[in-house]
């Protein structure tokens, strides 16, 4: 609604002088020509005509500025009627789907989906997959989580990709596209990485498919666009490779931090007491290997603390979130990695050491906010 208000209150304001103001502004010229005829000194009969002209100006003043009072609410009231049908549009579109999202809830690529999902206000079933036996999804060949299938009419579309899921899911948002269209514009391509293993990467995955129109009433312009796409893939890029390092970066850490995963996934009783242990002590050392890889400092806090204080200076202090007065998908991207340490110590050290909390704590009350 406040944006709505903010794009048609300056045509209010122009409506408003040109109906209202401009008869005011003139009165005064008015006003000084009668003083002026009078410069010889005004007997009984001229002091009479004087206050003629005042009357009509008054009256004219209040009319206009009642016109223009009038055209700017009508207008403001038109500007709520078109956010109304746009977001009846957008529900429209969102009762179509019926959409299941397989998941480790502690997954930072997950993490992002939900937040995506939750900020529009897009229901969605939760199916935890086993991280060990992954039963769950061996209907797919695609073995990585997030997945989400996407049930829409007759039509059962898999999206697999956390970038690529939002993408698509805003896309379809946005645009009304099919959905089953949407998805081949985010092709699927094998790769080597960087360690020589085949990788499944997807091109325009950072991309929204949008006529231009639709684009600039997203966006407003390129830059903005370009922006959110640019943060986008440095929270997949840099952010995620973070959060290991930093969750596990002691013995202690690492076992609170598989004592919140066990109790948050799917693991059987035997396997979770393995996994507590096994895994946390196996998640130590190959953080050890990650912060080589990815050349951190010695202390991984401080490269944490770098990229947190980074993101808040590119939001600045002119806006509430890098998507101005609503957060973007950079914001939700950036905001549902961190996510994922919540009640852990590198968690608690990130909000005391860096100057992020204010719009983490932003994002988390707009998500909350958003009509179900």
Same mark, same amino acid.
């Given at each position: ?8 209150? #300056?045509?209010?304001? %122009? ?6 103001? /401009?008869?005011?502004?003139? *009165?005064? =010229? +008015? ?99 086993? #991280?060990?036996?992954? %039963? ?6 695609? /073995?990585?989580?997030?997945? *989400?299938? =996407? +049930? ?103 076992? %609170? ?116």
């Amino acid at each position: 609604m406040a944006h709505a208000v903010r794009a048609l209150w #300056p045509g209010g304001l %122009a409506l408003t002088w040109r109906l209202g103001g /401009r008869p005011a502004l003139g *009165l005064p =010229a +008015q006003s000084r020509a009668g003083l002026t005829g009078a410069a010889g000194g005004p007997g009984p009969a001229a002091t009479t005509r004087k206050g003629g002209p005042r009357l009509l100006g008054a009256a004219a003043l209040a009319l206009g500025g009642a016109l223009g009072l009038y055209h700017t609410a009508r207008w403001h009231l038109r500007a709520q009627n078109l956010r109304a049908d746009r977001s009846a549009a957008q529900l429209s579109l969102s009762s179509r789907l019926q959409l299941t999202l397989y998941q480790y809830k502690t997954c930072p690529f997950c993490s992002k989906v939900r937040a995506f999902l939750d900020f529009h206000a897009l229901p969605y079933q939760v199916v935890e997959v086993n #991280p060990v036996r992954r %039963a769950e999804i061996k209907f797919s060949s695609y /073995r990585k989580v997030p997945i *989400l299938l =996407a +049930q829409e009419g007759d039509s059962l579309q898999q999206l697999n990709d956390s970038s690529v899921i939002i993408s698509a899911l805003k896309t379809y948002l946005v645009s009304g596209q099919p959905l089953e269209d949407i998805i081949t514009y985010y092709p699927p391509m094998k790769a080597v990485n960087d360690q020589g293993k085949e990788v499944t990467e997807f091109c325009n995955k950072y991309w929204l498919m949008l006529d231009e129109k639709e684009a600039q009433r997203m966006y407003g312009g390129k830059e903005a666009r370009t922006e959110e796409m640019k943060w986008r893939q440095w929270a997949d890029d840099w952010l995620v490779h973070l959060i290991s390092p930093n969750v596990y970066r002691t013995p202690t850490e690492a076992l %609170a931090s598989f004592d919140y995963i066990i109790k948050e996934g799917n693991f059987g009783t035997v396997e979770g007491a393995m996994a507590k242990y096994m895994g946390a002590a196996a998640m130590y050392f190959i953080s050890k290997r990650l912060k080589s890889r990815h050349h951190l400092q010695d202390d991984v806090r401080e490269d944490l603390y770098e990229a947190a204080n980074k993101w808040v200076a590119a939001v600045g202090k002119d806006r509430p979130f890098m998507g101005g007065q609503r957060p973007n998908l950079a914001d939700l991207a950036v905001y549902g990695v961190l996510r994922v340490m919540e009640g852990l110590e590198a968690f608690d050290d990130l909000m005391r050491h860096t100057h992020i909390q204010p719009w983490y704590l932003r994002v988390e009350k707009a998500i909350a906010e958003a009509p179900q």
